[in-house]
């Protein structure tokens, strides 16, 4: 989503960068187009194109699950059984229908393999355990794998059953109830296996490796990826497909949380030695596209020369499984519940976005994808089943300020319905207006600094952009710190070297709208009388150099004025004045009214018209300049009188004494006397 600014002209609507165009009040716009503009939104039943916009997705219809989170699957038949936590229970999907078949004593299911007598292979968590689960529910325990504490991963190749596990980072064969070390990794978990065309390959966490396993204790990488796990694998033909996800490994009990879908329970405890749950996700609000904060996903591909590519990342964050449908990349996600899809380009584009926050599982089958399972909490998908609504909602767009609301721009293909709801917090739960349809074009809602926009696609409709138009009221500029104060020095003037007449007036102004501020500056003496302009333009910038060498000394005050009249039509400009702190213009030299020696004491009257005396310094026979102290020990008053008695270290004889004074706008005078010292 793209926010422009605009200015109407008798040859239409021009578009602006960022700013607007000086002397116009701004109309912005809100414009939906792009890839990325649509997914900062949610769709229900839409699949959002790289360059073909918003149209109606696959019809889906939601198989509840009584469980936390699906983490794994496996085909039986015409059955698709499936591995959930948190409490180990396996279901099985027939049709449209899913039926619990048994517990396992692991909190989560790990991974599922088809036994090959309608029944499936079961591995957990914290125990090592593979369980046998036939069709009517019975469990099994096959083997108890000494060595490893989780089941990630479990493969069929006829009799034979090859485990991956962690920590170690081991593949396990399991054959006759007994398991033995085939092959170690040295990463910390063997996450995903695949065994296909008389290979078998190993995916592993920590680091993200696949090996290909050539027998007992044999094998070696044939990939690495820049991340830290590799999640799913799949082979097609000579290629080999690997979802890869960064950051912190996201093993699967990194997921084990309660959702607020299923309040009242609690989660249970890591077993020990399990890898560290990930950072909580944060509860649902979903995110609009951005990158998961668990790491980013991506989809290699491995071809047969061992050239690695990467043809899909993931803008929605961490990837879980990989499948192909119609020769594109599909994958789940696991922190944002959308299902994306490579593109032409081999970018990706959203096909599926759930309520659940977790895509855990993606099951094909004739005609393509069939299934989609969520965590967060568990659900089947079926892709094709059911009733579609597309729906496209923005999220809740800030205007900055009170708005008003303008046109709606929509173009399609095929109808689409338009409503808005307009609200003054950010969260659209809180108080907002209810949906209203456009009012011939143009936006119903009422005036608020927040608006929202729902569309509603037909089945054949294609969305390919969205613009809606507004003005947010003009507010009131801020100032603040305005100071007057010499342009020149004022430290350790000398006598006879002109002070300077500028005054320097600055000031701190800012606009909460971003607009252009021009000042206007006014001065009058101190106490009242009329203000006088100090420059007849207005000014840009915080500062102004101010020559005042025409006027007379005495104190006076500074009115700086500040508005937003550049960037706003006319009669809609917004101003704001403060005035300075009185000051001092002072040009003349203070008065040494008298300077004499009496005995061994120096004494002198001082005194100034306009300011006080701030400053006095006596040399003696060409010496250096050293301060003195008035009488009262203060340099605070137009009047001073300084009583000075000369140190031994001046003898008796004649000296010569400088007296140098100035006032606190700078003046300076001297006098000199020639005087014997007794």
């Not at 680091?207 to 094998?219: D, I, N, Q, S």
């Not at 990930?278 to 047969?304: E, N, R, S, T």
Request: glycine letters at 14%.
């Amino acid at each position: 989503m793209s926010i422009r600014l605009f200015s109407l002209s008798l040859a239409g609507l021009l578009v602006a960068a960022i700013a607007a165009p000086a002397a116009a009040a701004p109309t912005r716009e809100w414009r939906f187009a792009s890839p990325a503009d649509f997914r900062a939104g949610t769709f229900e039943g839409l699949v959002v194109g790289a360059e073909s916009g918003l149209r109606a997705a696959p019809s889906l219809k939601r198989l509840d699950v009584e469980a936390e989170l699906i983490h794994c699957w496996a085909r039986v038949g015409d059955d698709v059984w499936l591995g959930t936590g948190l409490e180990g229970r396996i279901f099985r999907v027939h049709g449209k229908t899913v039926t619990k078949v048994a517990d396992i004593d692991s909190t989560l299911v790990a991974s599922l393999a088809d036994d090959g007598d309608d029944g499936v292979y079961a591995g957990g968590v914290g125990n090592g355990k593979i369980w046998r689960v036939t069709r009517d529910g019975k469990v099994n325990e096959i083997v108890k794998i000494v060595g490893a504490d989780h089941i990630f991963a479990l493969v069929r190749d006829g009799e034979t059953l090859y485990a991956g596990t962690g920590p170690g980072g081991k593949v396990f064969r399991v054959k006759g109830g007994k398991a033995d070390v085939w092959f170690e990794t040295g990463a910390d978990h063997v996450l995903s296996l695949s065994r296909a065309q008389g290979r078998l390959l190993a995916g592993t966490g920590g680091e993200a490796l696949v090996f290909e396993v050539t027998g007992a204790k044999e094998g070696r990488a044939i990939a690495r990826f820049d991340g830290a796990e590799v999640r799913s694998l799949l082979v097609d033909g000579d290629a080999l497909y690997a979802s890869v996800n960064g950051g912190p490994t996201a093993a699967p009990l990194s997921s084990l949380k309660p959702t607020p879908a299923r309040p009242g329970g609690t989660p249970a405890a890591p077993p020990v030695g399990a890898p560290p749950p990930a950072a909580p996700i944060p509860p649902p609000k979903k995110p609009g596209g951005a990158g998961a904060a668990g790491g980013a996903g991506a989809v290699w591909k491995v071809d047969v020369a061992g050239r690695v590519d990467r043809v899909l990342t993931s803008p929605e964050g961490m990837v879980t499984e990989v499948t192909l449908v119609g020769g594109r990349v599909v994958a789940g996600t696991a922190r944002s519940g959308r299902v994306v899809r490579q593109d032409a380009d081999g970018d990706a584009e959203v096909l599926f976005d759930l309520s659940e926050r977790q895509v855990l599982g993606l099951v094909t089958g004739k005609g393509g994808l069939r299934m989609v399972l969520t965590g967060q909490s568990a659900a089947v998908y079926l892709v094709g089943e059911g009733s579609s609504d597309p729906v496209f909602t923005t999220k809740e767009l800030d205007a900055g300020a009170p708005a008003t609301w303008g046109r709606l721009h929509v173009e399609s293909e095929g109808k689409v319905k338009v409503e808005t709801r307009s609200g003054w917090s950010s969260n659209a739960d809180q108080g907002w207006s209810g949906w209203e349809k456009l009012d011939d074009g143009k936006v119903a809602s009422p005036r608020a600094r927040y608006l929202q926009i729902r569309a509603r696609l037909g089945s054949d409709t294609v969305l390919r952009e969205l613009q809606a138009f507004y003005t947010p009221l003009n507010r009131a500029p801020l100032l603040s710190d305005v100071k007057v104060g010499s342009a020149g020095p004022l430290a350790r003037p000398v006598a006879g070297t002109p002070v300077s007449t500028k005054q320097s007036i600055t000031w701190r102004g800012e606009d909460p709208d971003g607009d252009t501020l021009v000042a206007r500056l006014w001065y009058r003496a101190k106490g009242g009388g009329r203000w006088a302009p100090v420059v007849e333009q207005p000014v840009a910038g915080v500062s102004y150099a101010w020559e005042t060498d025409g006027l007379p000394d005495g104190e006076y005050e500074v009115r700086v004025e500040v508005s937003d009249e550049k960037d706003n039509a006319l009669g809609e400009a917004l101003k704001v004045a403060r005035t300075s702190r009185s000051f001092l213009i002072d040009r003349s030299r203070p008065q040494i009214e008298s300077f004499k020696l009496s005995g061994r004491r120096l004494r002198a009257t001082l005194s100034d018209g306009a300011g006080r005396i701030d400053g006095a310094e006596l040399s003696v026979d060409g010496g250096p300049f050293l301060p003195l102290r008035p009488a009262d020990g203060l340099f605070d008053a137009r009047s001073e009188k300084l009583d000075v008695a000369l140190p031994p270290i001046i003898g008796p004889g004649p000296h010569v004494f400088v007296l140098r004074v100035w006032d606190q706008s700078g003046n300076a005078a001297g006098a000199r006397i020639e005087s014997p010292v007794e």
